[in-house]
C-alpha cells in the first residue's frame, strides 16, 4: 500500500490543523494506521495508533485530549485532527500502515513521507 500524507503547515499556539493519509493499492481496511512524528534533534515517537474499522483508538500522553485518530475506509483515507498545537508539537508527522495495533514503530510495513507541523508561538 502506498501511502501519501497531507495538511500540514504554518499554525499559531492554540491553533488547529487536520492531517490526511491517503491510501492506494492494496485494501486499506486491512490495515491498522498509525501517526508518528519526529522534531529536529529528536528520534522519531508515536502520536496515536487506530484499529480496523475504527473503533478501537490510542494516543499517546502528550497528545490525548488535543489529538484525534480517525480513519474512512471508504475513502481509504486517515486522519488525525490536532487541537490546542503547542510549539511543542512541531515536526514532521508521518502516517504508517501495518497488520498490528502497536505503538512500537517498527511494527509498521509501510510509511508516508511525512508532513511537516510548524507550530509558532
Known amino acids: 500500500v502506498q501511502l501519501q500524507a497531507s495538511g500540514g503547515g504554518l499554525v499559531q499556539a492554540g491553533g488547529s490543523l487536520r492531517l490526511s493519509c491517503e491510501a492506494s493499492g492494496r485494501t486499506f481496511s486491512t490495515y491498522v494506521m498509525g501517526w508518528f512524528r519526529q522534531a529536529p534533534r529528536k528520534e522519531r515517537e508515536f502520536v496515536a495508533v487506530i484499529g480496523l474499522s475504527g473503533g478501537t483508538t490510542y494516543h499517546a500522553d502528550s497528545v490525548k485530549g488535543r489529538f484525534t485518530i480517525s480513519r474512512d475506509n471508504a475513502k481509504n483515507t486517515g486522519y488525525l485532527q490536532m487541537n490546542s498545537l503547542k510549539p511543542e508539537d512541531t515536526a514532521v508527522y508521518y502516517c504508517?500502515?501495518?497488520?498490528?495495533?502497536?505503538?512500537?514503530?517498527?511494527?509498521?510495513?509501510?510509511w508516508g513521507q511525512g508532513t511537516l507541523v510548524t507550530v509558532s508561538s
Open positions: 504508517a500502515a501495518g497488520p498490528l495495533f502497536t505503538r512500537s514503530s517498527s511494527h509498521y510495513d509501510y
